[in-house]
């Protein structure tokens, strides 16, 4: 029996319908596949969402945790972290948060760290960067071991005049800008220049370090490092010269030129001994050169004098001159390494950092009265008081300081103390003061730090303080002044004229010894920030008048005929002037300091306990 | 002669089956119109799905650039680097986008709102502002699709921002969102805040920030209403 075909409908037996549902089940299960890969996708992104959420949170609490790490050690700590260093975090809460300094910058009165606070969680990383600024918390005293940094100023400095130090070690001149010196400096180690430096005067300096061409007509100088160009001309004598870029040599004598870029010898008499270039050489001297080594060409014009060494390029002189013997090194590599720039730091200067430091702070109020906030002054509790006069033995006497005053200025009430001594009993200390004007004439003002809003005229007496004012500070007449730290303890705790009126921060009775303070190593500090607008800052000091400590002008200083100075000098120029202009002859003595003075620190001391201030300036995510 | 017994169907057998895969047929094209408006149709999972991950991502991804405003800057301010514009209309040729209108919004203690906040930074600290950048978010009222804003040399944003183009990157895309969802931006000063308030401002020494921002918007929930809150610690006032 053949097999049997079945018609035509029985063969096809429903397939049309078993292809529909298979289409439509194919398509289905697409549409399935795709919804699930998009919630799937929703899913993961919210996922990642809520991981990075605790991972944020952790790095948050990580920059908190820095922020107190850093409160707690104190300013003078952190200004000892350097980018690498890193903090670990205990606790259960800190574990996957790591903290790492990215830079870190210290000035005088704190530092900026940059940190990268990094959490992770759930496979998801946050990293948050802080900048953070700690600042405050000076240790009082304490010798700084380094050089001593004598001078610095902000702006350039055209020295007509001279300096002197005297007993410094390594004294360093700094300046945030050119230098011109056409006066002469004296015991000046190193001059570091941000600009230019371009010295006529006959001084001896034995480091020169500028970022800018350095120009040099006379004078002898050890090393000279620039980023720039260096010239020299006269008398000039340099032991050794780095140049990064081209050095023109017109002097008299310099054992080494190393350069970067083309080294000229222009002068038929210079002596140059060793010349290393990595550009050429062209020289005009009949002087030896005992060794040579240029990269480029080298050219002698005229007959030239015996010269020896290796050059890179081409090498044109009289081959007449036997003396003359440099071998040509095609492809000669000199290595120089380059000069590095200097940084002088800005340094601020701003009185009413200095306020809340002052044992005596003088105002007026608004009914035209002085007003005087007293701090840490034994026998007088802190607080406000009045400076008034009033009446002794039926005359009337001035310079005391009560609670309440009249409106002729006598004392209402028992007087508290008497703070100041003026030429008598009868003559006041700030006759002819005004709001904002404060003269100062007599015999002493009780001892410790004293700060006046406004601009001081200090003129005769003889004072152990360290004068802060907001304005400018004057000094004429017969005047001298001595910064707490300075006098020490015989002068500031146990004076004779205000007996029992003394700094009860600055003295240790039990000890017998002063305890210094930064405030106290400064003589004069003027100029100060009102609403980010700075105003006074120039400081004038009198002819032949004494100053023993430091001298921080926040705007410029002018002294008149000779003037010393037993301390440091800080010129910030924060004022609109654009340059320092000396005239006069300026000496600075450091020699013979007293243990308890320390003149290049005067940063800032917050009024108790040494609280170091740790605020973030900025944040953001990597 | 055997009748050889008929082949085939029957005429009844035929209805039946034809009936039988009628229902069948017709009950898969129900599930399969069922599930593909429940997948891809308004509200369905898919677009759902991609709604709530683009605002998910589009969203971490404004706020960790947000956080950055004002960074580097000294004293940065809300009133002078940061700025909040209504009504903006921004034009867009590629991803380049210039400014076609917008009026800019006082930032102060009262919320204001607005659909582009724009604001400053200097993220290598440098001294000179013409290395500052400027960044915005910018939601465009029609589409309102999220897009990131930046530029380069940016020093005076109050001066710059309604001039020049903007590059710009899509955050959230075109058409997504519907009008009840779209993102706003209300920005004011904040008495004092800080990210997650991870602060412990209590003791006074740490730097609050003053401005917050809050992005508010709806996601695949009908009716929903979110906001996300963030300070902006670099502004001090």
Redo the contacts between chains.
Sequence with gaps: MRP?T??F??RQK?I??VL??LL??M??SA??F??MN??G??Q???Q??HA?TQA??KA??G??WV??YL?GVGAAEAKKLQPGSTFTFGGSAASGVSAQVVSAVADASGSTLTVNVAASSGGAVSTVQL?YRVEGGAAGGGGTSGPDQVITLSKDLNLSGSVTVNGGKNAVFNVKGNVTLTGSVAGIETVNATGKVTAGGSQAIQTINANDDVSLSNGSYGTVNTLGNVTTSGGTTVVVINANKAVTFAGSSATTINAIGNVTISNGGSKVANVNTQGSLLTKTSSPIASLLAQGNLTVDGWGGPIQGKVGGTASYNASNKDIKVSVVPGLKVPITPVSAVTVTQTKVDAYDYRSAANYAFDFDAQNRIVVTVNNVASIPNGTYFLGSTVLNGSTVYNYLCTAVDGSGRCTATPVAKICQGYSDQNNCFAGSSKDNWLLNGTTLAPGVVWFKGKLTAGNGIYYNSFIASGDIETSGSHSTTAVNYAGYAKICQNGTFSGLYPSNFCDLSAGKLTPSPAGNIAFLAGGYVN?VFSGGQIKLGASNAVYGSVLAGDTLTTSGSTTIHGYITVANQGRGTSNNWGNSTTINLSNLPSTFTPGDTSTTPSSGGAT?????????L | MNKQAPHGFSLVELMVGLTLSLVVVLGLFALYRNATRTTFGPGGAAPSAELDAQLNNGLLAAQLSLQGAGFGIASASSANHLLLVRDASMAVSNNQMTVASGSTVAIGVVAAAGNALLWQSNPLQASASSAYVCQGLYVNRKTHAVYRLERPSCSNLAAQWSGGQWTANTLIAPNLLDASQALSITVGNAASCWPFGASANASGLATVGKVQVILSYGNSTRDSANSYAICLPNFAS
Aim: aromatic fraction near 6%; hydrophobic fraction near 50%.
């Design positions: 049997t079945p018609p409908p029985s429903g049309a319908a529909t549902v439509v089940g398509s289905l549409v399935v795709n919804a998009k919630v996708g929703a993961e992104a919210a990642t969402l990075v944020q949170v948050w609490n920059a908190e922020r107190q409160l900048v980010g201030t740790v605020r973030v300036l900025w944040t953001r995510y």
